[in-house]
């Protein structure tokens, strides 16, 4: 709005009356018709510019009121369920949408349901349609219903509830049975809301299928199957099995895109998209050794694939049979023997729904049961793992769920009850476990118990180190010269002591480490000023004090990241990490590394890789030795391997025409495979520095004779920045066909280790001050896990929050192997990226 203002006068002044001549008169009549002419004029154009505000202005702000009405969709409801029927008689052609008594009953049961809800105030304004979409022995009939709200009424959205519906359809559904159904009575009924993406109408035959199992395995695909299956898929497999029998369904394939919100597949135990009936929702692929495999607890089954995604995948390959239905006198069981094992019903299938067993242990007198669980998954949604109050084992009074990677009991006695329970909804791999019988006086021979149950080497009692997984192995301890005594009564390594961390647990372990007001603590535990962090200059010898910098300075440094633009971003490890750091987005870029396609599950004790778990692994072979080093992809031409493979005084080593390189490749034995993919060395390139003597700048880069396919099993492993950030204490893995042990023999399967970096201080101490900055440490202190002979060449990597997997280092020497204090060593990838990218082009 414009102000105005009034004046009573010019300047203030009082108004004054003047006496006029004639003349004066005259000329003042032509000066008031003049003003009244111009104030006319004043009033018609201020008439009509306020008409154009007006109209202006109403016009866009009540387009600007239908732009956002438009912008406000509406909202689609679908709740899904299932009614149970008396007083009619089942027939089997009610299992064929396409029949009469199927049409028959549905159009009265959906017209039963319309007059339902349209009862209900709210429900009766958005109400849609209803649909019965199968039926069932018992009698059951499954139905979904759908309501749409407009947008102008989404202010009574949470209205339309799970609630109401359950409330009109009960209080209502048998007045207006009354009227319709005849004989025919709703006896009970249930109400889930659903994702609308999969109430299907069997009768619109759209992307559905009827299937019947049968002792014999059968077999069935998603549309497109094995190219990709269509956009916007909306399809449902109705499986059935003859009464008194349960179905199996396994995926020996299993592809589709990792995004369970847009793509999955969704599994019901039943033939209704019910929440309260659900078995799993999986989405990602799996490899064959973990296949998915579901079992129902009768003979109904539902399958849905839903696709949202542009990335459409292969799909998947099902087989489905029948097996007995898995009751409680067909599970469990009791056992006399020293020692067994036993697992969950169908196990490495998912369990049953609805399923009870117990099994029940007994050993001799005077002996006790230790019970160890070497798989252990019983996730479900929204279940908190402290109470278990949905699926369950229970032991000795306690109730556990959820995954675990360690868990074993112990009984106070000779004998010991294991309950298993799955409610109806939501299951998973279930547990695999093994028990045995020991002396009480005598737990562990030749080994420490913990009192968790499990047996661990005297070795690791007191080494600083959750061994046992309770810390009990911990506890009471006399330290040694070479350990810190923490106020708790633990004991650490001394090179622990004030390195910022809280290794005691009680903090003792840093207690009098402050640095002064205007210091900060480097991660060596030395003291810069506060002023020297983030200044772009390395003040801390560890870089610490610019490692951790979040607002660039503008000046690029070897701690920052550089864009390709040239400009810097110090952040750390910003590349891959599916922000945009870098204008021009160089950050992201070439980011299609360091990825596992298949979903692996957790084995407690695992030392064998599963089949695609690390795909970028690399077997060298030199002549007809075998294996002798490992490597690691970069891209479908170049590998990464340690240059002490090919120097030696042999110089054959060094000549390419004797190497054979091997991708994809889990048994030794199985080079051959069709998976695997043989390629010959066409070029070794050792880093020009090598020292033999000291393995500095231990670092090889091998060009292939041909490229390399990628697959699922062979896929290139992401390259840190040079000021890529990989933090002491960080756990990382190493990989190889090396030997299991000190002086052993090769492994036959490709071996994983997990592993934790080594402080760069630490390191050069247990070291003897042989490590360069092209060096790293990574390992256990305590000894016990190690890279070895065979391993030299092969990759360290660490997964980043961004999910990528980036090679840290390089296998390259150790004193012995997993020995005490004797941590292995690796080549520091980030300390020679730029050679590598001036060597290779990656």
């Not at 709210?122 to 009698?139: D, H, Q, R, T």
């Not at 699926?391 to 009850?417: F, H, I, P, Q």
């Not at 695997?676 to 231990?698: A, G, L």
């Not at 390259?719 to 960080?730: I, R």
Request: aromatic letters at 10%.
């Amino acid at each position: 709005m414009n102000s105005a203002q009034y004046n009573q006068g010019y300047h203030g002044q009082h108004e004054h009356v003047t006496f006029l001549s004639n003349q004066e008169k005259g000329k003042s009549k032509k000066r008031a018709g003049l003003v009244v002419g111009v104030i006319l004029t004043l009033l018609v154009i201020a008439g009509v510019a306020g008409f154009l505000i007006w109209y202006f202005l109403g016009q866009r702000d009540a387009t600007e009121d239908a732009t956002l009405s438009k912008q406000r969709k509406s909202a689609k409801r679908v709740f899904s369920g299932q009614m149970e029927l008396s007083g009619v008689q089942y027939l089997d052609t009610l299992e064929d949408p396409n029949s009469e008594d199927f049409e028959d009953m549905a159009n009265t049961l959906e017209e039963t349901l319309t007059g339902t809800l349209k009862t209900d105030p709210i429900l009766s304004k958005f109400f849609k349609k209803a649909v019965i979409s199968a039926f069932s022995e018992g009698v059951k009939a499954y139905y979904w219903a759908q309501f749409q709200i407009p947008a102008a009424d989404l202010e009574l959205l949470p209205e339309v509830s799970e609630e109401r519906v359950m409330e009109a359809l009960r209080s209502q559904l048998r007045i207006h049975g009354r009227q319709s159904l005849q004989q025919m009575k709703v006896t009970d009924v249930t109400v889930s809301f659903t994702d609308s993406r999969m109430a299907r109408n069997p009768r619109e035959k759209e992307c559905f299928y009827r299937l019947e199992a049968e002792s014999s395995v059968q077999s069935f695909e998603s549309p497109g199957f094995p190219e990709k299956y269509p956009a916007h898929s909306r399809c449902q497999w109705q499986i059935r099995s003859p009464k008194g029998t349960a179905i199996l369904v396994k995926f020996p394939f299993f592809h589709v895109e990792d995004d369970c919100s847009n793509d999955f597949v969704f599994i019901y135990d039943s033939l209704s998209p019910d929440d309260s009936q659900a078995i799993t929702k999986k989405c990602g692929q799996r490899p064959p050794t973990n296949q998915l495999g579901v079992v129902s607890s009768s003979n109904i089954l539902l399958i849905n694939l839903i696709s949202d995604s542009s990335l459409q995948r292969p799909g998947f390959k099902g087989e489905y049979s029948i097996l007995p239905v898995t009751t409680a006198k067909a599970c469990g069981g009791s056992f006399s023997n020293s020692s067994g094992t036993f697992s969950s019903p169908h196990f490495p299938n998912f369990y049953p729904p609805s399923t009870d067993c117990k099994w029940t242990i007994s050993v001799p007198k005077g002996q006790k049961v230790r019970l160890t669980f070497t798989m252990f998954r019983m996730k479900e949604p929204g279940v908190d793992v402290r109470v278990c109050h949905k699926d369950y084992v229970e032991v000795m009074g306690v109730k556990y769920c959820g995954e675990r990677s360690m868990l074993a009991l112990t009984t106070t006695s000779n004998s010991m009850e294991v309950i298993f329970h799955s409610d109806e909804s939501y299951t998973d791999k279930g547990f695999k476990a093994k028990y045995n019988a020991y002396d009480p006086n005598d737990p562990c021979p030749e080994k420490f118990a913990c009192a968790s149950g499990i047996c661990i080497d005297k070795s690791l009692k007191c080494d600083g180190w959750n061994d046992c997984g309770d810390m009990s192995d911990e506890r009471t301890c006399q330290c040694e010269k070479d350990q810190f005594a923490c106020a708790n009564g633990m004991c650490k390594p001394n090179y622990w002591v004030c390195d910022r961390a809280n290794d005691c647990g009680d903090n003792s372990d840093e207690l009098g480490c402050s640095c002064g007001e205007d210091e900060v603590k480097c991660g060596d535990g030395t003291c810069v000023p506060q002023n020297a962090v983030c200044d772009g200059k390395r003040d801390c010898a560890d870089s610490s004090d610019e490692a951790s910098c979040k607002e660039s300075s503008g000046i690029c440094t070897d701690f920052t990241f550089k864009c390709k633009d040239g400009s810097c971003v110090n952040k750390i490890n910003a590349e891959c990490d599916r922000e945009r750091d870098c204008s021009d987005g160089s950050d992201e870029d070439g980011c299609s590394c360091g990825i596992r396609p298949y979903k692996h599950n957790r084995i407690v004790g695992g030392l064998d890789a599963d089949i695609g778990e690390w795909p970028w692994q690399v077997s060298l072979h030199f002549q007809t030795h075998g294996h002798v080093c490992g490597a690691s992809i970069l891209s479908p031409t170049w590998l990464l391997s340690a240059a002490h493979c090919f120097q030696s005084a042999d110089p054959k080593y060094l000549e390419a025409k004797n190497w054979q390189s091997y991708s994809g490749l889990r048994d030794r034995v199985k080079v051959w495979d069709e998976d695997v993919q043989r390629r010959s060395i066409k070029t070794i390139v050792p880093h020009p520095h090598y020292n033999t003597m000291t393995f500095d700048y231990d670092i090889a880069l091998l060009e292939l004779q041909e490229p390399l396919e990628y697959t699922n099993l062979i896929s290139p492993v992401c390259l840190p920045a040079k000021s890529h950030v990989f933090p002491a204490g960080m756990p990382c893995w190493v990989t190889g066909f090396g030997k299991l042990r000190e002086g052993g023999r090769l492994a036959g399967v490709l071996q994983k280790a997990e592993v934790k970096i080594i402080n760069d201080t630490v390191c050069n101490i247990v070291t003897e001050g042989q490590v360069t900055s092209r060096m790293m440490c990574s390992g256990f202190l305590s000894g016990g896990v190690d890279a070895c002979q065979g391993d030299s060449g092969g990759p360290l990597v660490c997964l980043s929050e961004g999910g990528k997997w980036f090679q840290s280092g390089i296998v390259s020497w150790g004193e012995g192997c997993a020995r005490r204090n004797k941590p292995g060593v690796y080549t520091r990838v980030t300390k020679l990226r730029e050679w590598i990218s001036e060597t290779s082009g990656v």
